[in-house]
């Protein structure tokens, strides 16, 4: 089963890092792009960046670029969403998904989705 | 304010079909046929819908069906069932300085 598998809730203060995983199975994790979405609560979707595990290749919306790293590690078919400092408005809902398209389609629909990792970020 | 614009709210009876549309513009929506469309019950993942405009994934209803005219894409769903009662959010490329954009999100209600 192909399947996102993210890590779990995170309660943090402002100014804290963090670091959120999102691991891929029962497909080439080397061949798609993933990529991270947040949901603010109660809000939208917002578009954050993408990452190829084959070669960290990687795209940032202009709004969270500064904001985020986001990086891989292919040999544990795991990507990352990390934060140096947090903010209390970085409180959210991240989602990672893989891109349907591969290498040279970066802006192919999110057809696997993770379960999500909320972040709270409270002093 | 999200780039491409949607209802914020559709309902229908089931039974019955309805449309969502989002509107964006000539650089987003009416330059490429990267429409995505993403359905999420509360408290979910996302789900893919639709893909390229109009093409639908394994294992996803026929009901659901997605089209493009100029600068607007729209998601219809016919024969409304009480399941179909979700949050829907349009995406789409937008060149490279803004990859990627999504709906605000249409909350559709089926009465």
């Known amino acids: 089963e192909v399947q996102l598998v993210q890590s779990g809730a995170e309660v943090k203060k402002p100014g804290e890092s963090l670091k959120i995983s999102c691991k891929g199975s029962?497909?080439?994790?080397?061949?798609?792009?993933i990529g991270w979405v947040r949901q603010m609560p109660g809000k939208g979707l917002e578009w954050m960046g993408i990452?190829?595990?084959?070669?960290?290749?990687?795209r940032y919306s202009p709004s969270f670029q500064g904001q985020v790293t986001i990086s891989a590690d292919k040999s544990i078919s795991t990507a990352y969403l990390q934060w140096s400092s947090l903010k209390a408005s970085d409180t959210a809902m991240y989602y990672c998904a893989r891109s349907m398209g591969g290498k040279w389609e970066p802006w192919g629909a999110f057809d696997i989705w993770g379960q999500g990792t909320m972040v709270t970020v409270s002093s | 304010q999200s780039a491409l614009t949607q209802p914020a709210s559709v309902s229908g009876s089931p039974g019955q079909s309805i449309t969502i549309s989002c509107t964006g513009t000539s650089s987003d929506v009416g330059s490429y046929n990267l429409v995505s469309w993403y359905q999420q019950h509360p408290g979910k993942a996302p789900k893919l819908m639709i893909y390229e405009g109009s093409k639908r994934p394994s294992g996803v209803s026929n009901r659901f069906s997605g089209s493009k005219s100029g600068n607007t894409a729209s998601l219809t769903i016919s024969g409304l069932q009480a399941e179909d009662e979700a949050d829907y959010y349009c995406?789409?490329?937008?060149?490279?300085?803004?990859?990627?954009?999504f709906g605000g999100g249409t909350k559709l209600t089926v009465l």
């Open positions: 990452i190829y595990p084959g070669d960290s290749d990687t």
């Open positions: 995406c789409s490329y937008a060149g490279s300085s803004t990859p990627v954009v």
């Open positions: 029962g497909y080439s994790f080397t061949s798609y792009w």
